[in-house]
């Protein structure tokens, strides 16, 4: 499976300010994935990465808050704009990886874990 | 609207049995997973049931019934390791994932 290296692991921010983080894959993938994890939720999709197009963004959540990069097939980053303490969470990036053939598992970052004072 | 429903928080003994509970509304079914988070970590794959039926991998198995919207997770001779929250995911029939909240699964001696 594909080993993900996402960065910072946690930061603390003032509010009002803009935070990026970078997801590193070691191998190409066509999509990568931006989840949201609040504290006793479930993993929230927020956009999904695609190289060469503009990320492909869930309900709820719009570019100009999260803007993505997608520069190329092993390389993301989501940064999350103009910050509040609601937007105090975790991060994870993740990319579909096999087997068992056509489950298409995913495979996570260790997250990014934002506090916003 | 979707909905994945399992058990905020479990208590067990270490060496017992546990079984977790998923109970799922979704438009379509196109596969059910359950993922292992210790706290801190990130979502480790568990294991994919798309068939109804019992999956077996070592100490965890996992169970599906499509007709009931119904999965288990089964873990045997617990260890203290295993204390994590699992989650329960569905994937729809457009191929999105539906998560469950997470169990909270807490081991004591």
């Known amino acids: 499976s594909a080993v993900i290296s996402q960065k910072p692991s946690r930061d603390i921010c003032q509010r009002g300010t803009s935070l990026t983080i970078q997801c590193q894959v070691d191998s190409q993938v066509t999509m990568m994935f931006w989840y949201r994890q609040q504290p006793g939720q479930s993993l929230t999709l927020i956009a999904t990465?695609?190289?060469?197009?503009?990320?492909?963004?869930e309900s709820g959540f719009v570019i100009d808050k999260f803007p993505i990069s997608r520069p190329n097939l092993t390389f993301s980053t989501l940064t999350v704009s103009n910050m509040s303490p609601e937007d105090s969470s975790i991060y994870l990036c993740?990319?579909?990886?096999?087997?068992?053939?056509?489950?298409?598992?995913?495979?996570f970052g260790a997250g990014s874990r934002l506090t916003v004072l | 609207g979707q909905n994945i429903d399992q058990p905020t928080e479990m208590t067990a003994t270490e060496g017992a049995i546990v079984q977790i509970n998923c109970t799922y509304q979704?438009?379509?079914?196109?596969?059910l997973f359950w993922y292992q988070q210790h706290a801190g970590e990130a979502p480790t794959f568990l294991s994919y049931?798309?068939l109804d039926g019992l999956e077996e991998k070592g100490r965890f198995s996992s169970f599906l019934s499509r007709s009931k919207g119904y999965s288990y997770l089964l873990l045997k001779e617990l260890q203290m390791k295993d204390s994590a929250s699992y989650l329960c995911a569905v994937r729809d029939s457009n191929y999105q994932l539906i998560w469950g909240a997470g169990t909270k699964l807490i081991i004591k001696p």
């Open positions: 979704t438009s379509g079914f196109n596969g």
């Open positions: 993740s990319v579909v990886t096999g087997p068992p053939s056509g489950a298409n598992v995913l495979t």
């Open positions: 049931n798309v």
């Open positions: 990465a695609n190289q060469g197009s503009e990320a492909t963004y």
